[in-house]
Each structure stands twice: as structure tokens, then as C-alpha cells.
């Protein structure tokens, strides 16, 4: 499956979405919210992006880089998210936040950073549904697929299997990863850039799946 993030894009965010919204290869969008604190940069308030995403239709995918989650999950609910992924190191109580997620029927994700192992949060994998690997540096857009996260995605048969997740990448996703990437068992490829900083969008996803 694709989800398409709109971090990046030759259009501005408004345009970016509704284009996103209504092509069919796109299964997810993929909705990033970002504190100022649990990464650098700040993108938007919460109901300013409840605002921009209230009319859409595309299942939507959020990725939360913040400081204490559980603040974020009742508003972000309105949305009807199909996931919400968080960083377990960004609150006090992962499991409760899992549980939260699911209360609103809403699939929880473990959201793993590029420098953290995967076993470091296993303890916690048996509540969650996805499981989020990032492959690049959390909180920045454009960046390159770090090659380390080939090593990390060695062990994802195992984890997967044995806690019953899903797996999602995210980040550096180009025609070249995305065909290096199709011998693991990944569910879901977060893709950015390489669609949306086109004029075009259909043209690179048509261009990703052949």
C-alpha cells in the first residue's frame, strides 16, 4: 500500500492535499504533526491541520512527532484516521497511549526512529497494529533513505510474525529503494518527495508500481 506525505510539494498544502485525495493509486495520506519539541520544526497547530483534513476522504495515516501524545489523540479522532503512530520515548506510558488509540477504533503504531533498534520497544509490540520504521531523520522532509535501515529491516520477519503488525517505511522512498524494499515483508511505503514535488503526481506513483 502507498501513503503518500505532503510534507514537501511543489503546490501549497491545501492544493497538495485535495490532488492526494483523489487518485486512486494513493491508498493513505500520510498526515505528520510536529511539535517544535519532540523534533525541531513545528508545522502546524492541531486544529488548523483538523481544519485542512475535515473534507477528505482518502483513508489517512497520521504520524505524530510530539511530546506527550495522549493530548493529541481525542482531537485527532474527529479526523477518522485509520492510523495514528506514535514515539513510545515521547510519553511516559506507550501502552496507555495504545490503548487510547484503540478506544476510538482507530489502529495504533509503534513509530521506531532510525538510530533505536527495533527490540527496544518489543515489550510493547503485542498491544500495537503497525509497526513505523523510520528511514531517515524524524522531523525533516526530502531527505535520503539511510542504508542502515536495510540492516533493521533484516529482523522484520520475525517481529512481524511473531506480534501480528503490520510494518510501515517511512522516508527516502524513490523508485530505486521502493524496488530494493519489495523482498521484505513492508506493508506500507510512506512516500513523499519523489510524488509530490512534481507537477504531476500520477505520473511518479504510475512510475512506482509498475
Known amino acids: ?28 495520506i500520510h498526515l505528520d504533526l510536529m511539535d517544535g519539541r519532540y523534533v525541531p520544526e513545528k508545522n502546524f497547530e492541531i486544529d488548523e491541520l483538523i481544519e485542512m483534513f475535515k473534507g477528505i476522504t482518502k483513508p489517512l495515516d497520521i504520524h505524530l512527532m510530539v511530546k506527550n501524545p495522549e493530548d493529541y489523540i481525542e482531537k485527532l479522532s474527529v479526523l477518522n484516521p485509520k492510523i495514528i503512530s506514535f514515539h513510545p520515548d515521547a510519553t511516559l506510558k ?16 509503534v513509530a521506531i526512529n532510525s538510530f533505536i533498534k527495533l527490540d527496544s520497544y518489543e515489550a510493547i509490540y503485542d498491544s500495537a497494529d503497525n509497526l513505523l520504521i523510520m528511514s531517515v531523520k524524524a522531523g525533516y522532509g526530502g531527505q535520503k533513505f539511510l542504508e542502515e535501515t536495510f540492516e533493521k529491516l533484516d529482523q522484520i520477519e520475525n517481529i512481524k510474525d511473531n506480534h501480528h503488525l503490520t510494518v510501515e517505511i517511512d522516508g527516502g522512498v524513490n523508485k530505486e529503494i521502493y524496488s530494493k524494499l519489495q523482498k521484505y515483508p513492508i506493508d506500507i511505503f510512506v512516500v513523499g518527495s519523489y510524488v509530490c514535488m512534481n507537477e504531476n503526481f500520477e505520473r511518479p506513483i504510475k512510475e512506482l508500481l509498475k
Open 1 to 28: 500500500m502507498i501513503s503518500i506525505s505532503y510534507t514537501n510539494s511543489v503546490y501549497d498544502k491545501p492544493k497538495t492535499i485535495s490532488l492526494l485525495n483523489d487518485i486512486d493509486e494513493i491508498d493513505y
Open 94 to 109: 506507550p501502552r496507555k497511549v495504545i490503548e487510547q488509540i484503540k478506544s476510538y477504533g482507530i489502529k495504533a503504531g
